[in-house]
């Protein structure tokens, strides 16, 4: 067996085995030493309002959004062969558990018990009838994710989707139903709905904004379409206009189910 210097991207995947709770055929495999994710194209479920095989494309495309902005908010992604044809490849992250046993990054708590350090969403019944509180972390890192989210226009930033790294650093995965033309922004992270952007972060976004007529906007182009780019680079405009964050008010703001 040869050894790649960048097994992410040339390595022989071998399958470790699959998520069954996933919606889409998401395979954990080892990549020489590293522990992957790899989505087939194919085993993509067709949805009502994405194109068919496009998923793999907008996560690889988010990745990239999220490093031109310099905020590693998403785990390397790329677009490569695989045991079950082309798919999207992304480094594992190890959850680290709160040794406290503290609430995850995202997290449901008993109706109005916030703890410091956190911000509520919304207020819930559970399945079996109790009052719950939605809540996340008031973290600059999920903040950002918060931002990155407005940017590529998420449809589905479920509390599953954020996951707490090594170094107390949150990550952000499944981003197959990213960068529509159309408004669709649904995530749980709606805890600076209304608060300015700090301008640390504007000034990334201004950065993202003008990279996307160059190599970025190249780069995207085998990924997304025109359209989806410029929808982009207007939701950075708008952003940098009135550079506050969104109020949740779409007839769908929160994914579903939220977890
Ligand atoms: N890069 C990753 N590192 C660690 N866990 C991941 C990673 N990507 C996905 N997962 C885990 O697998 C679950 C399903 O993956 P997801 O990307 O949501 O698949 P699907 O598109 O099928 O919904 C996630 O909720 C998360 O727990
Ligand atoms: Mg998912």
Same mark, same amino acid.
């Given at each position: 067996?040869?050894?790649?210097?960048?097994?992410?991207?040339?390595?022989?995947?071998?399958?470790?085995?699959?998520?069954?709770?996933?919606?889409?055929?998401?395979?954990?495999?080892?990549?020489?030493?590293?522990?992957?994710?790899?989505?087939?194209?194919?085993?993509?479920?067709?949805?009502?309002?994405?194109?068919?095989?496009?998923?793999?494309?907008?996560?690889?495309?988010?990745?990239?959004v999220s490093e031109?902005?310099?905020?590693?908010?998403?785990?390397?992604?790329?677009?490569?062969?695989?045991?079950?044809?082309?798919? +999207?490849?992304?480094?594992?992250?190890?959850i680290v558990q709160?040794?406290?046993?503290?609430?995850?990054?995202?997290?449901?708590?008993?109706?109005?018990?916030?703890?410091?350090?956190?911000?509520?969403?919304?207020?819930?019944?559970?399945?079996?009838? /109790?009052?719950?509180?939605?809540?996340?972390?008031?973290?600059?890192?999920?903040?950002?994710?918060?931002?990155?989210?407005?940017?590529?226009?998420?449809?589905?930033?479920?509390?599953? /989707?954020?996951?707490?790294?090594? /170094?107390?650093?949150?990550?952000?995965?499944? /981003?197959?139903?990213?960068?529509?033309?159309?408004?669709?922004?649904?995530?749980?992270?709606?805890?600076?709905?209304?608060?300015?952007?700090?301008?640390?972060?504007?000034?990334?976004?201004?950065?993202?904004?003008?990279?996307?007529?160059?190599?970025?906007?190249?780069?995207?182009?085998?990924?997304?379409?025109?359209?989806?780019?410029?929808?982009?680079?207007?939701?950075?405009?708008?952003?940098?206009?009135?550079?506050?964050?969104? +109020?949740?008010?779409?007839?769908?703001?929160?994914?579903?189910?939220?977890?």
């Amino acid at each position: 067996m040869t050894v790649s210097p960048d097994p992410l991207r040339t390595a022989d995947l071998t399958v470790l085995g699959q998520i069954t709770s996933a919606s889409n055929a998401t395979l954990v495999c080892r990549a020489q030493d590293l522990r992957v994710v790899y989505k087939p194209v194919r085993g993509e479920r067709p949805l009502w309002d994405f194109p068919d095989g496009t998923l793999a494309g907008r996560e690889v495309a988010s990745y990239l959004v999220s490093e031109a902005l310099g905020w590693g908010v998403i785990p390397e992604t790329v677009l490569r062969e695989g045991p079950y044809g082309p798919g +999207m490849v992304q480094r594992w992250i190890d959850i680290v558990q709160d040794p406290e046993g503290g609430p995850d990054p995202v997290d449901l708590v008993p109706a109005g018990e916030v703890p410091p350090g956190y911000r509520e969403v919304l207020r819930a019944l559970d399945p079996s009838g /109790h009052p719950v509180s939605l809540i996340h972390a008031e973290d600059p890192g999920l903040h950002r994710m918060a931002v990155l989210d407005v940017l590529i226009n998420n449809a589905d930033r479920k509390g599953g /989707h954020v996951l707490a790294g090594p /170094h107390g650093r949150a990550y952000g995965v499944d /981003h197959g139903i990213c960068l529509h033309t159309e408004p669709k922004l649904r995530t749980v992270l709606w805890g600076w709905a209304g608060e300015p952007v700090a301008e640390q972060l504007l000034t990334d976004i201004t950065v993202l904004v003008k990279s996307l007529p160059g190599e970025l906007g190249e780069r995207l182009s085998e990924l997304i379409t025109d359209a989806e780019i410029e929808a982009l680079e207007a939701r950075g405009r708008a952003l940098l206009e009135d550079p506050v964050m969104p +109020m949740p008010n779409s007839q769908r703001p929160i994914p579903w189910p939220a977890f």
